[in-house]
């Protein structure tokens, strides 16, 4: 077919919505209104600052391939906008425990089931498997899987939710013992912090079979911090 | 401990640039003695932290140190001419524990010996072309020129907030600021070039952009709270100096969303008057009211945060980085910006 | 090769008229200062525009319409393309009726459902959503984000608990006026821990909380979730479980006596499944936003997360499933929305409507839409080529940057004397599009007329002549308006060069619908409905199970002696195994005819089994409907004066109403892609964000092809684009 001189106008930078925030909502959050941004909570600012920090190199790098040919010079090497989320953002978002403890190791939590069934990870829909041990005669719908950023082992011969809330670099942390509601004795349930085999802090939680139904919860705390830094929450079915 | 092995290779890399930038000062003061004024800031030593980065970069992706170092050099001393310019520009009193230049030497005197750092530290980057072979070295060269822009610019936005007394920005606003002034020089470029020496130009350098933006970003807001909280004798700034110049960081946008309508007009004021007219007690209350509202806590937690989003991209900007110290060092780097006093 | 000239103007053509469509041509044919003005082209099939929203005028200048459309307050992005049409127009209020856009709209707030209530008997539910501040179409438009969304569900949760009148049921004892529930809780008001606490006394207490303690549980989650950034999920879902389990037990022996309180409690119950599942699906932080869920059917997803089989088969629920005809290939027993986009809109349609939450348009939707912007554009310049259909896209260049090189057409019939065809009608000083072609304006007419030519068919290949249009010479770029099951029939070559494209036509669907138009001598009052009027009810009975009233149409029809009420009724309509979307003319044709004749019997079936229930005074006593009350029958009328009513099975590949079903959203190819660099998609089918079939999709998605090819407008201009 004989060459024929075609008009076509460049391809937009972006190619899909960005879900990850709105901007009436985020930009509320840093508008000029000193009640909101009293009320902010310490997580808030954590999770601000990063979406902040998102939006602006996102856009940067969005306007770097117009703003290469606008100047003399040869500029960036004129890659477009990311359109598509890095696969280390979904990691970002497992392990999205504790936004302002920029410190602690990222990486998925091992989890090992009493009844030896195979650790079955990742993502079934928009569910994460294999993030808590199932006893194996438990049949009802997954509970609230919460990924933790310190590796986490469960020993367990009943049906429970592990949750761990905490800041601050694992190495520092300090477990106080499990109690139950009300302070009451945890018969059956402990929890324990110890050096693993690679020499990293390893959360090991037990529930025995004799334990009764029920929310227990282990302190954490650190030696530079006042107050409590986190929990271990464990509710037994 | 990993912060061990960071303050080893600043101390190694920063020895090795440091040679090489003695010598080519000392060569180039036998030309003209501007050349020796201009050496005072260079060789007032500092972390090197800019160098480190740049030859870690180089060797985590198959350099040798030999061919890095020279590119490394070349970055710090444009980072001393910033500063010359940086100082002038803000009229500041010290630097790294002694006057700043422009007090010794006069405004004039400083701006020229600025202009000296760029010329000494545009030549590596010329004589790159015998040590990586022409194509990289102008690789080399764009990203300089791109990186200078991006400098330039950034200062021109803080100045322009400056002399507009811009009081209603965002913490958006500072982002993209320091992306530009700081962040640009300080990491990402460092990396890129690098990464560009040691992998002899075979490299998507645009993966390395996030991960310099939020360790630079959070290099920058820990800098502006060691300016408010550290150790003088340590930090080599005086204490509150940011406050003095009006400087916008992350606390004063942050102390001006949140005061109230009479505090912030009195604010206002303060940030209208000039520098040398700024009183003491003036800083003084600035520096309160900063307490009192939680703008330091706040903007330590935004450096956290911002650390801990440069250790979620290290993966994904040093996947084609070879394991070792150096590798080691660069993920390293994002803890240590917040732990340094 | 391809390069552009910035000087030169882009040569656009237009395949289809319908939303999408026509959104594109209004944004591409906007003036802007300094930028030539792009030349479109839009080419038609038929001889109107509209599409799915087409609508035209038969006899006595009567409205026939596709089916029901419903435009919702939350529509930003149509809304404002409308206002700003009919304020450029400027059309003169002395002379038409429906001169302003505010004339041609109306705030519809009277909505409902129907509810079979164990009391016996469909039960109408009527609600009346608050008019909300402002106008769609405004601009300023506050959206949110997934934590935004999750605290207006937990605040709309204790406003209905707080509705409900304090009952009997066993209260714990109460210490210095708050529940034994909060008492003794750490002083430092850390988030996890109240919350926590609080979730297990709930568990503790059972069925013996009361309603002023769960109410206080409610708010303390509703309080939570508006914190904002960070929440402590795991503590959060608990305390959401908690009350959605003590609840169902407080309210046990009201929710089987009284309706009030058992629909106020399903939706309670749905609402706490949704922040069960988005606390649980760690929404908050994910860069998917809603797409997260989109693998599960919504009600599956529900049912996940704990909510009730009695709230799952809700009067509420099933309402918002006939809304979006979400039944696999029709089947109501098998219904299914992706829960992503289903999410999405419900949360969008009821936090962030402005105006009212529905708005009705005050004559067929061609006359109020599409006539505006047929006219608009014209004068703009843009040209209009009726009785054009596409039959082919032909590509060229390298197999790795390929472009639309040809498209081949039908010319269905040529205009007389070569000129321009004229497509609207006068019926009241309101200009319209006929429900028939201009015969008398075609080459052949006569003859086109005679032998029933299905010319809106796209199985229909008769024609008067093949046409085809060269890259380079008749046009630079191609937005491809055209429905998705038109999309294979046309595009064999696009599915063979990108497997993304053959995956979107194979994963997305669309499901036939089926609409019945009744013209009734007796007002809507006097058929037997007391609820007053106007009105739109959903969740009724098979074969159609949404009813609205129209009847403020009546003026604008033409009638010698008006009908006293008007009522539409729409529904899916089932398809045993859909048909192969290449038909030959003659199996097309005979298809759409079976199709209608299904529709017929569905209709008299629905009218002497079903509608009674709605209407008591519309049946005779002895049950059967009163055929003599349609317009225009008989006294002694009987099932075929159906014959004089309109109905319509919408089964043809143009017809088709687009659904979202799990698993299908992420297959959705954007009309920001340039797999084929001069060819942008446009439609609801696409990624236009809101991943829906329903107007604001397609005005999206026309808006994102202008983006494509233009760069504007800018992509935040796009309301809810950038959305969770």
Same mark, same amino acid.
């Given at each position: 077919?004989?060459?024929?001189?075609?008009?076509?106008?460049?391809?937009?930078?972006?190619?899909?919505?960005?879900?990850?925030?709105?901007?009436?909502?985020?930009?509320?959050?840093?508008?000029?209104?000193?009640?909101?941004?009293?009320?902010?909570?310490?997580?808030?600012?954590?999770?601000?600052?990063?979406?902040?920090?998102?939006?602006?190199?996102?856009?940067?790098?969005?306007?770097?391939?117009?703003?290469?040919?606008?100047?003399?010079?040869?500029?960036?090497?004129?890659?477009?906008?990311?359109?598509?989320?890095?696969?280390?953002?979904?990691?970002?978002?497992?392990?999205?425990?504790?936004?302002?403890?920029?410190?602690?190791?990222?990486?998925?939590?091992?989890?090992?089931? +009493? =009844?030896?069934? *195979?650790?079955?990870?990742? /993502? !079934?829909? &928009?569910?994460? @498997?294999?993030?808590? #041990?199932?006893? $194996?005669?438990?049949?009802?719908?997954?509970?609230?899987?919460? +990924? =933790?950023?310190? *590796?986490?082992?469960?020993? /367990? !011969?009943? &049906?429970?939710? @592990?949750?761990?809330? #905490?800041?601050? $670099?694992?190495?520092?942390?300090?477990?106080?013992?499990?109690?139950?509601?009300?302070?009451?004795?945890?018969?059956?349930?402990?929890?324990?912090?110890?050096?693993?085999?690679?020499?990293?802090?390893?959360?090991?939680?037990?529930?025995?079979?004799?334990?009764?139904?029920?929310?227990?919860?282990?302190?954490?705390?650190?030696?530079?911090?006042?107050?409590?830094?986190?929990?271990?929450?464990?509710?037994?079915? | 401990?990993?912060?061990?092995?960071?303050?080893?290779?600043?101390?190694?890399?920063?020895?090795?640039?440091?040679?090489?930038?003695?010598?080519?000062?000392?060569?180039?003061?036998?030309?003209?003695?501007?050349?020796?004024?201009?050496?005072?800031?260079?060789?007032?030593?500092?972390?090197?932290?800019?160098?480190?980065?740049?030859?870690?970069?180089?060797?985590?992706?198959?350099?040798?140190?030999?061919?890095?170092?020279?590119?490394?050099?070349?970055?710090?001393?444009?980072?001393?001419?910033?500063?010359?310019?940086?100082?002038?520009?803000?009229?500041?009193?010290?630097?790294?524990?002694?006057?700043?230049?422009?007090?010794?030497?006069?405004?004039?005197?400083?701006?020229?010996?600025?202009?000296?750092?760029?010329?000494?530290?545009?030549?590596?980057?010329?004589?790159?072309?015998?040590?990586?072979?022409?194509?990289?070295?102008?690789?080399?060269?764009?990203?300089?020129?791109?990186?200078?822009?991006?400098?330039?610019?950034?200062?021109?936005?803080?100045?322009?907030?400056?002399?507009?007394?811009?009081?209603?920005?965002?913490?958006?606003?500072?982002?993209?600021?320091?992306?530009?002034?700081?962040?640009?020089?300080?990491?990402?470029?460092?990396?890129?070039?690098?990464?560009?020496?040691?992998?002899?130009?075979?490299?998507?350098?645009?993966?390395?952009?996030?991960?310099?933006?939020?360790?630079?970003?959070?290099?920058?807001?820990?800098?502006?709270?060691?300016?408010?909280?550290?150790?003088?004798?340590?930090?080599?700034?005086?204490?509150?100096?940011?406050?003095?110049?009006?400087?916008?960081?992350?606390?004063?946008?942050?102390?001006?969303?949140?005061?109230?309508?009479?505090?912030?007009?009195?604010?206002?004021?303060?940030?209208?008057?000039?520098?040398?007219?700024?009183?003491?007690?003036?800083?003084?209350?600035?520096?309160?009211?900063?307490?009192?509202?939680?703008?330091?806590?706040?903007?330590?937690?935004?450096?956290?945060?911002?650390?801990?989003?440069?250790?979620?991209?290290?993966?994904?900007?040093?996947?084609?980085?070879?394991?070792?110290?150096?590798?080691?060092?660069?993920?390293?780097?994002?803890?240590?910006?917040?732990?340094?006093? | 090769?391809?390069?552009?000239?910035?000087?030169?103007?882009?040569?656009?053509?237009?395949?289809?008229?319908?939303?999408?469509?026509?959104?594109?041509?209004?944004?591409?044919?906007?003036?802007?200062?300094?930028?030539?003005?792009?030349?479109?082209?839009?080419?038609?099939?038929?001889?109107?525009?509209?599409?799915?929203?087409?609508?035209?005028?038969?006899?006595?200048?009567?409205?026939?319409?596709?089916?029901?459309?419903?435009?919702?307050?939350?529509?930003?992005?149509?809304?404002?393309?409308?206002?700003?049409?009919?304020?450029?127009?400027?059309?003169?209020?002395?002379?038409?009726?429906?001169?302003?856009?505010?004339?041609?709209?109306?705030?519809?707030?009277?909505?409902?459902?129907?509810?079979?209530?164990?009391?016996?008997?469909?039960?109408?539910?009527?609600?009346?959503?608050?008019?909300?501040?402002?106008?769609?179409?405004?601009?300023?438009?506050?959206?949110?984000?997934?934590?935004?969304?999750?605290?207006?569900?937990?605040?709309?949760?204790?406003?209905?608990?707080?509705?409900?009148?304090?009952?009997?049921?066993?209260?714990?004892?109460?210490?210095?006026?708050?529940?034994?529930?909060?008492?003794?809780?750490?002083?430092?008001?850390?988030?996890?821990?109240?919350?926590?606490?609080?979730?297990?006394?709930?568990?503790?207490?059972?069925?013996?909380?009361?309603?002023?303690?769960?109410?206080?549980?409610?708010?303390?989650?509703?309080?939570?979730?508006?914190?904002?950034?960070?929440?402590?999920?795991?503590?959060?879902?608990?305390?959401?479980?908690?009350?959605?389990?003590?609840?169902?037990?407080?309210?046990?022996?009201?929710?089987?006596?009284?309706?009030?309180?058992?629909?106020?409690?399903?939706?309670?119950?749905?609402?706490?499944?949704?922040?069960?599942?988005?606390?649980?699906?760690?929404?908050?932080?994910?860069?998917?936003?809603?797409?997260?869920?989109?693998?599960?059917?919504?009600?599956?997803?529900?049912?996940?997360?704990?909510?009730?089989?009695?709230?799952?088969?809700?009067?509420?629920?099933?309402?918002?499933?006939?809304?979006?005809?979400?039944?696999?290939?029709?089947?109501?027993?098998?219904?299914?929305?992706?829960?992503?986009?289903?999410?999405?809109?419900?949360?969008?349609?009821?936090?962030?409507?402005?105006?009212?939450?529905?708005?009705?348009?005050?004559?067929?939707?061609?006359?109020?839409?599409?006539?505006?912007?047929?006219?608009?554009?014209?004068?703009?310049?843009?040209?209009?080529?009726?009785?054009?259909?596409?039959?082919?896209?032909?590509?060229?260049?390298?197999?790795?940057?390929?472009?639309?090189?040809?498209?081949?057409?039908?010319?269905?019939?040529?205009?007389?004397?070569?000129?321009?065809?004229?497509?609207?009608?006068?019926?009241?000083?309101?200009?319209?599009?006929?429900?028939?072609?201009?015969?008398?304006?075609?080459?052949?007419?006569?003859?086109?007329?005679?032998?029933?030519?299905?010319?809106?068919?796209?199985?229909?290949?008769?024609?008067?002549?093949?046409?085809?249009?060269?890259?380079?010479?008749?046009?630079?770029?191609?937005?491809?308006?055209?429905?998705?099951?038109?999309?294979?029939?046309?595009?064999?070559?696009?599915?063979?060069?990108?497997?993304?494209?053959?995956?979107?036509?194979?994963?997305?669907?669309?499901?036939?619908?089926?609409?019945?138009?009744?013209?009734?001598?007796?007002?809507?009052?006097?058929?037997?409905?007391?609820?007053?009027?106007?009105?739109?009810?959903?969740?009724?009975?098979?074969?159609?199970?949404?009813?609205?009233?129209?009847?403020?149409?009546?003026?604008?029809?033409?009638?010698?002696?008006?009908?006293?009420?008007?009522?539409?009724?729409?529904?899916?309509?089932?398809?045993?195994?859909?048909?192969?979307?290449?038909?030959?003319?003659?199996?097309?044709?005979?298809?759409?005819?079976?199709?209608?004749?299904?529709?017929?019997?569905?209709?008299?079936?629905?009218?002497?089994?079903?509608?009674?229930?709605?209407?008591?005074?519309?049946?005779?006593?002895?049950?059967?409907?009163?055929?003599?009350?349609?317009?225009?029958?008989?006294?002694?009328?009987?099932?075929?004066?159906?014959?004089?009513?309109?109905?319509?099975?919408?089964?043809?590949?143009?017809?088709?109403?687009?659904?979202?079903?799990?698993?299908?959203?992420?297959?959705?190819?954007?009309?920001?892609?340039?797999?084929?660099?001069?060819?942008?998609?446009?439609?609801?089918?696409?990624?236009?964000?809101?991943?829906?079939?329903?107007?604001?999709?397609?005005?999206?998605?026309?808006?994102?092809?202008?983006?494509?090819?233009?760069?504007?407008?800018?992509?935040?201009?796009?309301?809810?684009?950038?959305?969770?």
């Amino acid at each position: 077919m004989p060459r024929v001189r075609r008009n076509t106008p460049r391809p937009p930078a972006r190619s899909a919505p960005d879900r990850r925030f709105v901007r009436g909502e985020a930009a509320r959050a840093t508008a000029t209104d000193p009640s909101a941004a009293r009320a902010a909570s310490p997580q808030d600012v954590g999770y601000e600052a990063i979406n902040g920090a998102y939006r602006v190199i996102d856009e940067y790098l969005r306007q770097g391939q117009k703003v290469a040919g606008e100047l003399w010079l040869p500029g960036t090497d004129g890659r477009p906008g990311i359109a598509d989320v890095p696969r280390v953002v979904e990691r970002f978002m497992q392990s999205a425990g504790d936004l302002g403890a920029a410190w602690l190791d990222l990486f998925a939590a091992g989890v090992t089931p +009493a =009844s030896g069934k *195979p650790d079955a990870t990742g /993502t !079934a829909g &928009p569910f994460r @498997v294999g993030r808590r #041990a199932d006893s $194996p005669t438990s049949g009802s719908p997954a509970a609230a899987p919460v +990924a =933790s950023a310190v *590796p986490l082992v469960v020993s /367990t !011969a009943r &049906p429970v939710d @592990v949750s761990v809330d #905490a800041s601050g $670099p694992v190495e520092s942390w300090s477990l106080g013992a499990v109690a139950g509601a009300r302070g009451s004795a945890a018969t059956g349930v402990s929890a324990r912090l110890a050096p693993g085999p690679d020499g990293r802090a390893v959360l090991t939680v037990k529930v025995a079979a004799t334990a009764k139904r029920g929310t227990f919860t282990a302190t954490i705390t650190r030696p530079d911090a006042e107050g409590p830094a986190g929990v271990v929450t464990i509710r037994v079915r | 401990m990993s912060n061990a092995l960071v303050r080893d290779l600043l101390a190694e890399y920063g020895e090795a640039t440091l040679t090489v930038i003695r010598d080519a000062l000392e060569r180039a003061a036998r030309r003209d003695p501007v050349y020796g004024i201009a050496a005072d800031y260079p060789l007032r030593g500092g972390r090197a932290l800019r160098a480190s980065t740049c030859i870690a970069a180089a060797r985590a992706h198959g350099a040798t140190l030999d061919t890095a170092v020279a590119t490394a050099a070349s970055l710090e001393l444009l980072h001393s001419a910033f500063l010359v310019r940086d100082d002038v520009e803000d009229e500041s009193e010290e630097r790294r524990g002694r006057p700043a230049l422009h007090r010794i030497h006069g405004i004039a005197t400083a701006v020229n010996a600025g202009d000296a750092l760029t010329v000494l530290g545009l030549a590596p980057l010329l004589e790159n072309r015998t040590l990586l072979g022409t194509r990289v070295a102008f690789r080399v060269l764009e990203e300089a020129a791109l990186m200078v822009r991006e400098s330039v610019e950034g200062q021109a936005l803080e100045l322009r907030w400056r002399s507009d007394n811009a009081l209603d920005l965002s913490d958006d606003d500072y982002l993209r600021l320091v992306l530009k002034k700081t962040a640009w020089y300080t990491t990402i470029y460092p990396l890129r070039v690098g990464a560009l020496i040691g992998a002899r130009g075979k490299v998507d350098v645009a993966r390395f952009v996030r991960f310099g933006f939020f360790l630079g970003a959070a290099f920058q807001i820990q800098d502006d709270l060691l300016n408010l909280v550290g150790d003088p004798a340590r930090y080599g700034k005086e204490l509150n100096g940011d406050i003095a110049e009006g400087k916008r960081t992350l606390m004063l946008l942050h102390l001006l969303r949140v005061a109230a309508p009479a505090e912030r007009a009195r604010l206002a004021e303060v940030l209208r008057t000039p520098r040398a007219e700024r009183r003491a007690e003036a800083i003084a209350w600035v520096r309160e009211r900063m307490d009192h509202h939680g703008s330091i806590d706040r903007a330590r937690r935004h450096a956290h945060a911002l650390a801990g989003a440069a250790l979620h991209e290290a993966p994904g900007a040093f996947a084609g980085a070879r394991a070792g110290r150096d590798l080691r060092f660069l993920q390293s780097l994002p803890t240590w910006v917040l732990e340094r006093r | 090769m391809s390069e552009r000239r910035e000087d030169e103007s882009l040569r656009v053509a237009v395949i289809g008229g319908g939303c999408a469509a026509m959104a594109a041509v209004a944004e591409l044919s906007r003036p802007r200062p300094g930028r030539p003005a792009p030349q479109i082209t839009v080419y038609q099939l038929g001889h109107r525009l509209g599409g799915k929203g087409a609508s035209g005028r038969g006899a006595s200048g009567r409205i026939e319409e596709h089916g029901l459309h419903l435009w919702m307050g939350y529509y930003e992005n149509a809304f404002r393309l409308m206002r700003e049409t009919y304020e450029e127009l400027g059309r003169d209020p002395s002379r038409c009726p429906l001169a302003r856009w505010s004339d041609a709209f109306s705030p519809a707030n009277r909505n409902g459902v129907t509810d079979y209530s164990p009391g016996g008997g469909w039960r109408p539910w009527l609600v009346e959503f608050p008019p909300a501040p402002g106008l769609p179409g405004d601009g300023g438009a506050e959206l949110y984000g997934v934590a935004g969304y999750l605290s207006r569900l937990g605040s709309l949760a204790v406003t209905l608990l707080r509705t409900l009148p304090a009952g009997a049921a066993a209260t714990p004892k109460r210490r210095g006026g708050r529940s034994e529930l909060f008492d003794d809780l750490p002083d430092d008001d850390a988030l996890t821990a109240s919350v926590g606490a609080a979730a297990a006394r709930l568990l503790r207490y059972g069925a013996a909380v009361g309603l002023g303690a769960l109410i206080e549980a409610t708010e303390l989650l509703a309080g939570a979730l508006s914190v904002g950034g960070r929440l402590p999920e795991g503590p959060l879902h608990s305390l959401a479980t908690g009350i959605a389990q003590t609840l169902r037990g407080a309210l046990a022996s009201r929710i089987a006596n009284d309706d009030e309180t058992r629909r106020l409690w399903e939706i309670v119950d749905l609402v706490l499944a949704t922040i069960r599942g988005a606390l649980r699906a760690r929404l908050l932080l994910d860069p998917r936003g809603f797409d997260a869920l989109d693998d599960l059917d919504a009600r599956e997803w529900l049912a996940e997360n704990g909510a009730s089989r009695e709230s799952l088969d809700s009067a509420f629920l099933r309402g918002l499933y006939d809304l979006a005809f979400a039944y696999a290939e029709g089947d109501p027993e098998r219904p299914s929305i992706a829960a992503g986009a289903a999410l999405r809109g419900s949360l969008r349609a009821f936090f962030t409507y402005r105006g009212a939450f529905f708005w009705r348009m005050n004559a067929g939707m061609g006359d109020v839409v599409f006539a505006p912007l047929y006219e608009l554009c014209r004068r703009r310049g843009v040209k209009f080529e009726f009785f054009h259909k596409l039959t082919q896209i032909e590509l060229g260049g390298s197999s790795s940057a390929q472009h639309v090189a040809r498209l081949h057409l039908d010319v269905q019939a040529r205009v007389r004397g070569g000129g321009q065809y004229e497509p609207l009608v006068d019926v009241g000083g309101l200009p319209c599009w006929p429900s028939e072609p201009d015969y008398a304006q075609l080459e052949g007419g006569a003859r086109i007329r005679r032998e029933g030519w299905d010319l809106e068919s796209q199985w229909d290949d008769r024609r008067a002549v093949a046409r085809v249009l060269e890259v380079g010479r008749d046009f630079d770029v191609v937005v491809l308006g055209v429905p998705l099951g038109v999309v294979p029939i046309v595009g064999a070559e696009l599915l063979a060069a990108s497997p993304k494209y053959q995956k979107m036509v194979d994963s997305v669907r669309s499901v036939a619908t089926q609409a019945l138009q009744l013209w009734l001598r007796p007002t809507t009052p006097e058929l037997g409905w007391r609820h007053g009027h106007p009105v739109n009810v959903s969740g009724f009975e098979e074969p159609f199970d949404t009813w609205a009233d129209m009847s403020h149409l009546v003026p604008r029809e033409a009638w010698a002696s008006p009908p006293g009420s008007i009522a539409y009724f729409c529904n899916a309509l089932p398809e045993a195994g859909l048909p192969p979307s290449q038909l030959s003319s003659a199996e097309g044709a005979r298809y759409v005819r079976g199709q209608r004749a299904r529709v017929r019997a569905h209709a008299v079936e629905f009218l002497d089994r079903d509608l009674g229930e709605l209407w008591p005074l519309a049946v005779s006593p002895s049950g059967g409907f009163r055929w003599e009350l349609l317009q225009g029958a008989a006294a002694d009328a009987g099932p075929d004066a159906i014959d004089g009513q309109f109905l319509t099975a919408n089964v043809r590949p143009s017809d088709r109403y687009t659904q979202s079903l799990p698993g299908t959203g992420r297959n959705r190819i954007s009309p920001l892609d340039r797999t084929f660099d001069n060819l942008t998609l446009a439609g609801d089918w696409t990624a236009s964000g809101l991943d829906t079939g329903c107007v604001e999709s397609a005005v999206m998605s026309g808006l994102l092809a202008a983006h494509s090819l233009t760069g504007s407008p800018r992509l935040e201009e796009i309301v809810g684009y950038d959305h969770p």
